[in-house]
């Protein structure tokens, strides 16, 4: 049985972790981080930690690219080497990256040891550290290996957002605005207009965004059903990050940029299904073309990144599974399509 972390946030957070740390009695305390974490975020975290336990810091470097099983081994000798045993706690300081690794590293260390996440960008505050899927990638394809293993709670802090660019907070802002997309259009309505958004209610529309997330993933932590609805927009936006990433010649985006191109591609799809209207798709294309910056797609970026799709983990039977959207604000999860509607997608987003 998987049972969802309590999440904090920012009122009481920290007393929250501290309890928690003082209850538990750990033999050591590690913190992952990588070198701008660490550089931004630690110096605010470790004054607020009472603890008696030791508390060791591991580095990685950062990036998508360093997301591999090297990487971990890296981390799991040093744990060894550290004096980690099963009594000891991993704190995850960082991006969806950090989470996304150090949920991993934690939950197979001696058959798992405890971990808690504290997500310092926006893209892992809602979604990255918020379902207990952990996991890394392998030969280039996103998130190959892993498990769904919960942390013992996450801390999420809005002013670690501070060190954050304009354009890491937008790539975190497209998953804000899948949930709203697929579960709740007056969420949706709040973020699609970012020109006139309202910064001064960014905390508390977050807090809403995970709560979307997190009510979808306690009604189907394993993934067998509902949370599919999650993917939208990911099925084709994993292939695009996976293929951008791994092309020298291209420049790299980040997720929620890659993720912004896939809703739009999907909801294509979804009207083509007739399951969106093409005034909605036209709502939803415009929004996001207004926020993100667009891809440009040759006809051979089409078909490489059609060859990756045989690869994605959602894939059943050997058939490439879909979320689409059933109108703004619902999902129709274990859709299907053919590789003539994916290309027609690519030819109306270009």
């Known amino acids: 049985m998987v049972t969802n972390p309590i999440i904090h946030f920012n009122k009481g957070n920290y007393e929250a972790l501290n309890r928690f740390l003082a209850t538990s009695n750990f033999s050591k305390i590690f913190i992952i981080v990588d070198e701008n974490t660490n550089e931004f975020c630690l110096p605010k975290l470790l004054p607020l930690l009472e603890t008696e336990s030791e508390i060791e810091i591991i580095e990685l470097e950062a990036g998508e690219e360093n997301k591999t099983i090297e990487t971990c081994i890296g981390v799991w000798e040093a744990l060894i080497e550290l004096g980690a045993d099963r009594k ?24 798992g040891i405890p971990f808690i996440n504290i997500p310092t960008t926006l893209l892992a505050m809602v979604d990255a550290s918020v379902g207990g899927k952990n996991g890394i990638d392998l030969g280039g394809l996103k998130n190959q ?78 993934e067998n059903g509902i949370r599919k609805a999650l993917n939208f927009g ?36 979804s009207v083509e299904k007739g399951l969106l209207s093409p ?27 059609l060859k990756l799709l045989i690869h994605d983990k959602k894939n059943e039977y050997g058939q490439i599974q ?20 994916i290309i027609n997608a690519f030819k109306d987003y270009n």
Not at 88 to 111: E, H, P, Q
């Open 88 to 111: 000891s706690i991993i704190l995850n300081l960082g991006g969806g990256v950090v989470t996304d690794m150090g949920g991993f590293i934690a939950a197979t260390f001696k058959r």
């Open 145 to 222: 290996i892993g498990t769904i293993t919960n942390p013992e709670m996450i801390v999420i802090d809005v002013e670690y957002l501070e060190t954050l660019s304009q354009r890491e907070l937008k790539s975190g802002l497209a998953e804000m605005l899948k949930h709203g997309l697929i579960a709740d259009k007056k969420h949706w309505n709040l973020l699609k207009d970012f020109a006139q958004f309202d910064f001064s209610t960014f905390e508390k529309i977050i807090e809403e965004s995970v709560n979307i997330k997190n009510n979808i993933v306690s009604q189907d932590p394993t």
């Open 234 to 269: 990911h099925t084709l936006g994993h292939a695009i990050e996976t293929y951008l990433l791994e092309n020298p010649t291209k420049e790299k985006i980040l997720h929620g940029e890659a993720i912004a191109c896939g809703m739009i591609l999907e909801s294509f799809i």
């Open 279 to 305: 005034t909605e798709y036209s709502e939803i294309k415009n929004a996001l073309n207004s926020i993100f910056e667009r891809i440009l797609f040759t006809e051979n970026d089409i078909n490489s990144v």
């Open 322 to 341: 879909f979320a689409l959207l059933n109108g703004i604000g619902g999902c129709n999860i274990n859709q299907t399509t053919d590789n003539e509607t």
